[in-house]
């Protein structure tokens, strides 16, 4: 059997490993235009989050109490440990590859017809194919962007350069992350953003301390704002306001690179190509990750990757997505998994939890909330505001995902002290009897 994956990002590469367990035999092609390992490692999650922590350190010292004294960060030594981390070179998983005994083929994947996918001059026949080409930044139509030399992501996190004005449009995970790390670093940044608040996607209450933390950095955020034109070094606004910038950053989101599939005849939305429960979109073939547009997240790629694994190979696997987790890596971070949306709800302050006095001085403010369904008595989401929290939260993912009863949540013993026993606290505020 001949399967090609449309792909080489984390999705693809992890449909690969988790395949091979299944299959030995099956001739397994990939093919990537770009980096093998993908946007994550190379221009996203791992040098974004790598860039973030120097600045995150020294902003905990001045939480200290004066017992920690901190000097200038050295930029330029954060970008290097940035590019370590990054690497932009993909040898080792190439070679990775190669230890699967899964060909690689470097360049833009068309399909011709069902069956063949042609890349270049070479022709690939498949049996089975695996779409996991992702997405790229959605740019939006303002006029005059098209001739202006704005960053994204990718040159974000390439850069040697630590603009003196830097304009961030766009206030999702992405523009919120990168507008914090450069006001720490020493940019004055000015955040555009569209909406009537930050983070649109996400609890109200934990978008509010976000805010609340850049403007404390310093960053100048301008909420509600409409980007009407731009031109070489200024932005120009609905209500007649201008922004100056030295460098313009676009952070207006993703979307799926669903280029070169015409010839399969999928359904394809806006969000990205429509899959069942299976993750397929048409016979013999199958979507994960960001392309599908369910969840924009490498997790989420990952575990499509498995899905579609097991479901080739013959299994019953079905994906679940009541359970997402995600984490934005600002100061301070946010947590979430499920949907917080409806059901009952209760908040506990992190303020209130022990582990805050231990952890920093003067305490600022942070929360958990979690969500239950009051008949079935289980979770249905959570979120979480404070430190770390994307790591102690992920116990509820488990929880909703098990649909463990709340009673049994209850019952577990959170160590002591740590943030974790913030759950606890909001657990027991629940009230289920309404």
């Given at each position: 059997m001949k399967i090609v994956v449309l792909g080489g990002g984390s999705s693809g590469e992890h449909f690969v490993g988790a395949y091979r367990r299944l299959d030995t035999e099956a001739e397994l092609t990939v093919v990537e235009r770009r980096l093998v390992g993908g946007e994550c490692s190379y221009y996203a999650c791992i040098p974004t989050k790598t860039m973030l922590?120097?600045?995150?350190?020294?902003?905990?010292?001045?939480?200290?109490?004066?017992?920690?004294?901190?000097?200038?960060?050295?930029?330029?030594?954060?970008?290097?440990?940035?590019?370590?981390?990054?690497?932009?070179?993909?040898?080792?998983?190439?070679?990775?590859?190669?230890?699967?005994?899964?060909?690689l083929v470097r360049g833009d994947g068309v399909v011709a017809k069902p069956g063949l996918v042609v890349v270049?001059?070479?022709?690939?026949r498949y049996d089975r194919l695996v779409i996991a080409t992702g997405s790229t930044p959605a740019i939006p139509a303002i006029d005059g962007l098209a001739s202006v030399d704005y960053w994204t992501n990718?040159?974000?996190?390439?850069?040697?350069?630590?603009?003196?004005?830097?304009?961030?449009?766009?206030?999702?995970?992405?523009?919120?992350?990168?507008?914090?790390?450069f006001q720490r670093v020493g940019s004055q940044v000015t955040l555009v953003q569209g909406d009537t608040r930050l983070l649109s996607r996400v609890d109200a209450d934990a978008a509010a301390l976000v805010e609340e933390a850049l403007r404390e950095d310093g960053v100048d955020v301008r909420l509600g704002a409409q980007a009407q034109r731009v031109s070489a070094d200024r932005l120009f606004l609905a209500d007649g306001?201008?922004?100056?910038?030295?460098?313009?950053?676009?952070?207006?989101?993703?979307?799926?690179?669903?280029?070169?599939?015409?010839?399969?005849?999928?359904?394809?939305?806006?969000?990205?190509?429509?899959?069942?429960?299976?993750?397929?979109?048409?016979?013999?073939?199958?979507?994960?990750?960001?392309?599908?547009?369910?969840?924009?997240?490498?997790?989420?790629?990952?575990?499509?990757?498995?899905?579609?694994?097991?479901?080739?190979a013959g299994r019953d696997a079905r994906a679940d997505h009541r359970a997402i987790p995600a984490t934005i890596f600002?100061?301070?971070?946010?947590?979430?998994?499920?949907d917080t949306q409806g059901g009952v709800s209760s908040t506990w302050s992190l303020q209130s939890v022990p582990r805050l006095s231990t952890y920093e001085r003067p305490k600022r403010p942070g929360f958990v909330k979690v969500v239950a369904d009051p008949e079935r008595r289980v979770l249905k989401g959570a979120v979480a505001a404070g430190p770390e929290s994307g790591e102690w939260l992920q116990q509820l993912t488990l929880a909703i995902r098990a649909e463990t009863p709340v009673e049994v949540l209850l019952d577990v013993i959170q160590p002591y002290p740590t943030f974790s026993e913030g759950v606890f606290f909001a657990l027991r505020e629940l009230n289920l009897d309404l």
């Open positions: 922590r120097a600045p995150e350190l020294a902003a905990s010292a001045h939480h200290s109490d004066g017992a920690v004294e901190v000097g200038a960060l050295n930029v330029q030594r954060i970008f290097a440990w940035r590019d370590w981390v990054a690497e932009r070179d993909d040898t080792s998983q190439v070679k990775w590859l190669a230890s699967q005994n899964a060909s270049g001059g070479d022709e690939l990718v040159e974000a996190t390439e850069t040697l350069e630590v603009p003196a004005r830097l304009l961030v449009l766009g206030g999702g995970p992405v523009g919120c992350e990168l507008a914090q790390f306001g201008e922004v100056e910038f030295d460098r313009l950053l676009v952070a207006t989101g993703r979307r799926a690179n669903v280029g070169g599939l015409d010839a399969l005849g999928l359904e394809i939305t806006r969000r990205g190509i429509e899959v069942d429960e299976r993750l397929r979109a048409a016979e013999n073939v199958w979507a994960i990750g960001d392309v599908t547009g369910i969840a924009p997240f490498t997790h989420v790629g990952k575990y499509h990757a498995r899905i579609v694994a097991y479901d080739m600002t100061d301070p971070q946010v947590a979430m998994v499920g």
